[in-house]
């Protein structure tokens, strides 16, 4: 084939011993577009700090959620591509910005398949755009066509927290789980403040003006802040939600840095006292169910909101490989290829 896809997503410890745990953290941790340290602070942060006391908690999160067949993010995923693949005219991949199957080798395996490629469509699995997801993938995958595979043409899958198509898929997937008495909380990955600032192309805008994420500008194309307020608005009016039964928060921080508010976790322990006792949760920063999904808010998160008060807690599963989802990624993968 002339034209392939490349599906990308974030990765996961090869298994949940704490050398493995500790491997793919130090992978993850010392990207420059997650911990956006110059290289020896990070290394001293990293490789000094948070390897010597993190991957023995992580293992032990992620042994609470390890499936028989593996990691959840990886055998959902890998479940995906294939049913993308069954309506996809092109051959489709699968690769992981961390770990394996590594970007760098996945490459190499499409070349390899595929004598006469000319074209290979990337489609990272990250609805909105940060520097700590959507903007690695893109560098990570530029640098390796750039230095193995220079005579290969590369297109990319813009972000799609607004596409008309995603947010049917996604305002369907929330609606057949979501109970009619129960208050929807969008709890999206959290990011350090300092990340908007440095996409804003502008350097005038993000968080420097008031009320920024409302006012048009072309900041917004790199916000994640402002996109993902905008998935939270899009998903509502399909769903006709009335906006008191419905919220929005963040999740996953570290350090002592200024992040996204509110905290998921804040949240979950005040909520039953302002009389939000029974809550629905959905993830739509992650399309693959994952340790951020499956133990800090299904397992962590469900229990500090009972514990608080709540009287039901319902957690919406990710997309993962949900039918419709599947034909969408294949039809975009289908019109890019063929245009």
Not at 147 to 169: A, G, K, L, T, W
Request: net charge negative; proline share 5%.
């Amino acid at each position: 084939m002339k034209h392939a896809a490349l599906l990308i997503n974030l990765g996961s410890p090869e298994s949940t011993d704490t050398k493995d745990v500790k491997k793919y953290l130090g992978e993850f941790l010392m990207d420059d577009h997650v911990i956006d340290l110059p290289y020896f602070g990070r290394m001293l942060l990293v490789k000094g700090i948070i390897l010597n006391t993190r991957p023995k908690k992580s293992a032990a999160a992620y042994k609470n959620i390890w499936w028989e067949e593996g990691s959840p993010l990886i055998v959902l995923s890998k479940r995906l591509r294939k049913k993308v693949q069954e309506v996809s005219d092109f051959p489709v991949y699968l690769a992981m910005r961390y770990a394996q199957p590594s970007i760098s080798d996945t490459l190499k395996k499409i070349k390899a398949e595929n004598n006469d490629l000319e074209k290979i469509f990337v489609i990272p699995l990250y609805p909105h755009f940060a520097m700590s997801s959507y903007e690695t993938v893109i560098d990570r995958v530029n640098e390796v066509m750039k230095s193995e595979h220079p005579d290969i043409r590369i297109e990319f899958q813009e972000p799609y927290y607004n596409d008309e198509e995603y947010i049917e898929v996604l305002a369907a997937s929330i609606r057949r789980e979501l109970p009619e008495d129960h208050h929807l909380l969008f709890s999206y990955h959290g990011i350090p403040v300092r990340h908007l600032r440095k996409s804003d192309e502008t350097q005038s805008h993000c968080w420097q003006v008031e009320n920024c994420c409302a006012i048009d500008s072309p900041a917004h194309q790199t916000c994640y802040r402002h996109q993902t307020i905008e998935t939270t608005r899009l998903v509502n009016e399909k769903l006709g939600m009335d906006r008191k039964n419905s919220s929005q928060s963040f999740q996953s921080r570290l350090g002592r840095d200024e992040w996204l508010t509110p905290y998921t976790s804040e949240v979950f322990k005040l909520y039953p006292e302002q009389g939000i006792k029974k809550l629905a949760v959905v993830c739509p920063a992650f399309v693959s169910d994952c340790l951020e999904t499956m133990e800090e808010i299904n397992i962590e998160g469900r229990k500090e909101f009972l514990e608080s008060g709540g009287e039901s807690f319902v957690n919406i599963p990710c997309l993962n490989d949900d039918e419709d989802w599947a034909k969408l990624l294949g039809s975009w993968i289908n019109k890019r290829l063929k245009a």
